[in-house]
């Protein structure tokens, strides 16, 4: 580290100074950065949120039997005449 007695002055050629453009450049990506994360992340929250939600109500719980036969002595009887 130098001391300042042997520190160039400012306008010097020995002193670097960073450019306005830099800075602005810098800024400009540090102001889209912060509103591409503020932007992303609520609708990161919501599609996470929609996707348990559907989750959670499509899959309905029902039961299932199998069918069995049945009697096949059985006899129905159906009101009416029949005549041929």
Not at 1 to 23: F, N
Not at 40 to 66: C, F, G
Request: charged share 25%.
């Amino acid at each position: 580290m130098q001391s300042p007695e042997t520190q160039a002055p400012r306008g010097q050629p020995g002193h670097r100074r960073i450019p306005l453009r830099w800075v602005l450049v810098a800024l400009l990506l540090v102001a889209v950065a912060l509103t591409v994360t503020l932007g992303v992340q609520p609708r990161i929250q919501a599609r996470e949120a929609l996707r348990k939600d559907t989750a959670n109500r499509s899959a309905m719980v029902v039961s299932v039997i199998r069918p069995k036969e049945g009697d096949t002595v059985r006899e129905i009887v159906l009101p009416g005449n029949m005549r041929a």
